[in-house]
């Protein structure tokens, strides 16, 4: 009878501690976890749960995402973890994130460019797990005026983590080609013993190409709006030249050398004198240029390229017109900007010019 009794009782206490461990809950670190991208996301039970080892023995982890292709990680994303034992399971949400900006590599702290060129963005790379696009902020660099600028280079990753440097550009000296036709008026003028006013039109460009540096300096610092440069030239040009129209081309060639030079250091200048003087102003601010009908004796004028569209300065009159000059489409209507001349008038480009 005693043996029986015992036999019962190990027997409610067998039940009593079989069912203490099968009532054993899981406790959860946290519900949720960041996961950097380029990590792995654990199999480990030990590192959802707070049990102890013997308990932690029985909990399987399952729906574990897959590697990306060619990847021994995950894709950026949210994912559900699935803890569970025979009587039990827990869900633990998992985040993997970029968080990681990508790397310069190999970015120098300064870059020489030709002048006239411009940088070109193969020069940059950036390591990071994502695709990643490079761009340049170079609106500070006046790659038609040598000197030393300030660029922002940028690498910007697939999640938008993005890395900046600031670097220094620098432009070189323009170089100057001696054409063969100007290497033999050298020569001629030499051999031909003229005077200084008809010999070195290399010389006078130079010396033209210098006061037209200083000019826009003066007139149309660094930093001011390319159309608010071009009218800056033209109205400077309008007040301070004086127009030679009694003179054929040739004549004034012969009396005054180089037609921009004759501009900008004498002031005075026949209808292309004007036009060459504002192209070598506009180089020197930085701003495209075109001089239309260049070296035909016949009425001349500049289109300059701002805000992204192309205006006329047609400097003889001082005036400044949007669009196309209406002696290249009369019948078109032309936009117009003015601006007060010299005399307090307002000179514009109109129809019947």
Same mark, same amino acid.
Request: glycine content about 6%.
């Given at each position: 009878?005693?043996?029986? /009794? $015992?036999?019962?009782?190990?027997? /409610? ?19 949720? =976890? ?6 792995? !996301? ?8 707070? +049990?102890?080892?013997? *308990? ?6 399952? +729906? ?16 559900? /973890? ?6 039990? %399971? ?22 020489? !460019? %030709? ?6 963005? #193969?020069? *940059?790379?950036?390591?990071?797990? $994502? ?12 790659? @038609? #005026? ?24 620098? !432009?070189?000296? %323009? ?12 020569? $001629?003028? @030499? ?9 070195? +039109? ?11 540096? @200083? !000019?826009? +300096? ?35 060639? @012969? ?28 180089? %020197? ?8 009908? #260049? ?9 300059? #390229? ?6 006329? =300065? ?5 005036? *400044? ?6 002696? &290249? ?5 032309? &936009? ?18």
């Amino acid at each position: 009878m005693r043996k029986n /009794i $015992s036999r019962g009782i190990l027997f /409610i206490l067998t039940m009593m501690v079989l069912m203490g461990c099968s009532k054993e809950k899981m406790e959860l670190k946290s519900k949720s =976890l960041i996961v950097e991208y380029g990590n792995t !996301i654990s199999n480990k039970a030990e590192d959802y749960l707070k +049990n102890d080892a013997d *308990f932690l023995k029985n909990i399987k982890v399952e +729906n574990l995402p897959k590697n990306e292709k060619d990847k021994e990680y995950p894709s950026v994303g949210e994912y559900e /973890i699935i803890l569970k034992n025979d009587n039990q %399971e827990e869900v633990v949400k998992v985040s993997v994130k970029d968080t990681v900006a990508p790397e310069f590599k190999d970015l120098k702290e300064k870059y020489e !460019i %030709e002048y006239g060129s411009k940088i070109d963005l #193969k020069q *940059f790379s950036a390591t990071d797990l $994502s695709k990643t696009e490079i761009t340049l902020d170079d609106s500070k660099v006046n790659y @038609k #005026k040598s000197g030393t600028y300030k660029a922002t280079v940028i690498a910007e990753d697939s999640s938008e983590n993005k890395t900046t440097k600031e670097v220094d550009v620098v !432009i070189k000296e %323009e170089k100057k080609e001696v054409t063969k036709k100007e290497s033999n008026n050298g020569s $001629s003028s @030499k051999n031909n013993g003229k005077s200084n006013n008809t010999s070195g +039109n290399g010389s006078r460009l130079t010396q033209a190409k210098a006061e037209a540096k @200083k !000019i826009v +300096n003066q007139i149309a610092p660094n930093g001011m709006a390319d159309y608010d440069k071009a009218k800056a030239i033209c109205k400077y040009l309008f007040n301070n030249v004086s127009v030679q129209t009694d003179q054929s081309n040739e004549a004034y060639k @012969k009396n005054h050398g180089d037609e921009a030079y004759g501009a900008l250091i004498l002031k005075k200048a026949a209808c292309s004198g004007f036009c060459n003087a504002v192209t070598l102003m506009c180089q %020197e601010a930085g701003i495209q240029t075109q001089h239309i009908n #260049k070296n035909k004796w016949t009425h001349q004028w500049n289109k300059v #390229k701002v805000q992204g569209k192309w205006v006329i =300065l047609d400097a003889q009159g001082g005036m *400044f017109g949007m669009s196309k000059h209406p002696l &290249q489409e009369a019948n078109e209507t032309q &936009q117009v900007v003015r601006f007060t001349d010299v005399n307090g008038q307002n000179s514009f480009v109109s129809p019947n010019y």
